[in-house]
């Protein structure tokens, strides 16, 4: 059984930071790559940014530049470091892993449950 669990989400100004982080547990031997998505009300849920077990990035071209992703493997952790924040980034933020590797089991696509970022004007 493995189990991602976001926190760091909230409310903000129009031009500060917030920064959102995932820790995958279990008996984890591996993540391929980690992502963060988001959810704006009445839209599809769109890729944020991810990055490879290796380090390698893709961003979403909305966040380019205003938004950072990071893991660290030994922790099993993702960070969402977004700067420069508008009030089109109010969403609901989630983290996925695909695939988490255990001595036993594969699994894909895996998800947090969310967190709410919300960004004032």
């Known amino acids: 059984q493995v189990q991602l669990v976001e926190s760091g989400g909230g409310l903000v100004q129009a031009g500060e930071s917030l920064s959102v982080s995932c820790v995958a547990s279990?008996?984890?031997?591996?993540?391929?790559?980690m992502g963060w998505y988001r959810q704006a009300p009445g839209k599809q849920r769109e890729l944020v940014a991810k990055?490879?077990?290796?380090?390698?990035?893709e961003y979403a071209d909305a966040v380019k530049g205003r938004f950072t992703i990071s893991r660290d493997n030994g922790k099993n952790t993702v960070l969402l470091q977004m700067n420069s924040l508008e009030p089109e980034d109010t969403a609901v933020y989630y983290c996925?892993?695909?695939?988490?590797?255990?001595?036993?089991?594969?699994?894909?696509?895996?998800w947090g449950q969310g967190t709410l970022v919300t960004v004032s004007s």
């Open positions: 990055i490879t077990n290796g380090g390698s990035t």
């Open positions: 279990g008996n984890i031997f591996s993540i391929g790559v």
């Open positions: 996925n892993a695909d695939p988490i590797q255990t001595p036993r089991s594969r699994y894909r696509d895996v």
